[in-house]
């Protein structure tokens, strides 16, 4: 497709439920990123690749959360023994390159909305 | 570490002109970006500075002092469709982007 795709749109899970939020870049961006946001902030870093591996994990809020991208494509956020506190909107977006210069914007997709109940 | 910070609200009238200001704190910068969100979609790229000065683009203009660790998003001609959230957001020498609270513009008639 033309932008970044994110799968599901809206997940509603329960309390301690494992969840997985999926991603497909823009082709031939090698640079993805993850964020979440809650309403009234701005999107909050979890994670980035450049290509297969995860150039900065920095942002995850703790050992529940992991993604992988295994191909350098497609990744997928994994959230564990999912919490209320994780309700959010998972960002992902993607660039041509995240070394810098003008090109290295990033395009984000829809977001997945998770509600944990 | 980084930090950015970003007014919460401003209000402006239509056809007006308006700045919305960024300060941030990085270790190592490599860029910064301006976004727009409308309430309940993506952030959409606006701008982009790497070196001092300005950036023009339509209606819309950026700026940056690196000595400073200072940027604003200067709009025109302000329209209704402006109305807004502005997310200013740094890059740092390792390629993490990290964003401000965002400033959420109204524009009144």
């Known amino acids: 497709g033309a932008g970044v795709s994110q799968t599901p749109s809206n997940k509603v899970t329960e309390k301690g439920k494992y969840v997985e939020l999926r991603c497909d870049p823009i082709s031939g961006h090698t640079a993805l990123y993850w964020y979440r946001q809650s309403l009234g902030q701005g999107p909050e870093f979890l994670i980035y690749?450049?290509?297969?591996?995860?150039?900065?994990d920095s942002g995850l809020p703790n050992d529940r959360f992991f993604a992988v991208r295994p191909e350098g494509s497609v990744s997928t956020l994994k959230i564990q023994r999912t919490e209320r506190g994780d309700s959010a909107v998972y960002l992902c977006a993607s660039s041509l390159s995240a070394s810098g210069g003008p090109g290295g914007e990033l395009f984000f997709g829809e977001g997945s909305r998770l509600t944990v109940l | 570490g980084q930090n950015i910070d970003q007014p919460t609200e401003m209000t402006a009238t239509e056809g007006a002109i308006v700045q919305i200001n960024c300060t941030y704190q990085?270790?190592?910068?490599?860029?910064l970006f301006w976004y727009q969100q409308h309430a309940g979609e993506a952030p959409t790229f606006l701008s982009y500075n790497v070196l001092d000065g300005l950036e023009e683009k339509g209606r819309f203009s950026s700026f940056l002092s690196r000595s400073k660790g200072y940027s604003y998003l200067l709009l025109k001609e302000l329209q209704m469709k402006d109305s807004a959230s502005y997310l200013c957001a740094v890059r740092d020498l390792g390629g993490k982007i990290i964003f401000g609270k965002g400033t959420r513009l109204h524009i009144l008639p």
């Open positions: 690749f450049q290509g297969t591996g995860a150039a900065d």
């Open positions: 990085t270790s190592g910068f490599n860029g």
